[in-house]
């Protein structure tokens, strides 16, 4: 099994950045693609960004390309979700996910999300 455990959340005024990390731990080497994934307040979960296990490649979602950037250290066994530019409607739960495949889903582990709140 992987466990995924997200940190980086807070409150952060509009316009203000965050990093979102995500650690995974437990069986790692067969973790591969990674993703970010939000769900706000009555809506579904949706995908932010993934990278690949590489991290040769990358896909971040319209709504926040230009202002969200993916990343992963698998030396740490790390993913991160660098956001800058926030918005009110960035605020949602964030939730990483981990993928026995190299690219995409479906994933395969859940992280329990962590709460980002963007106030005016």
């Known amino acids: 099994q992987v466990q995924l455990v997200e940190s980086g959340g807070g409150l952060v005024q509009a316009g203000g950045s965050l990093r979102l990390s995500c650690a995974a731990s437990?069986?790692?080497?067969?973790?591969?693609?990674m993703g970010w994934f939000r769900q706000a307040p009555g809506k579904e979960r949706t995908i932010v960004a993934q990278?690949?296990?590489?991290?040769?490649?990358?896909y971040t979602s319209d709504s926040v390309k230009g202002r969200f950037t993916i990343s992963r250290d698998n030396g740490k066994n790390t993913v991160y979700l660098q956001m800058t530019s926030l918005k009110l409607e960035d605020t949602a739960v964030y939730y990483c996910a981990a993928a026995n495949r190299d690219y995409g889903g479906p994933y395969d582990y859940w992280g329990q999300g962590t709460q980002v709140t963007v106030s005016s």
């Open positions: 990278i690949s296990g590489s991290g040769v490649r990358t």
């Open positions: 437990g069986r790692t080497s067969s973790v591969r693609a």
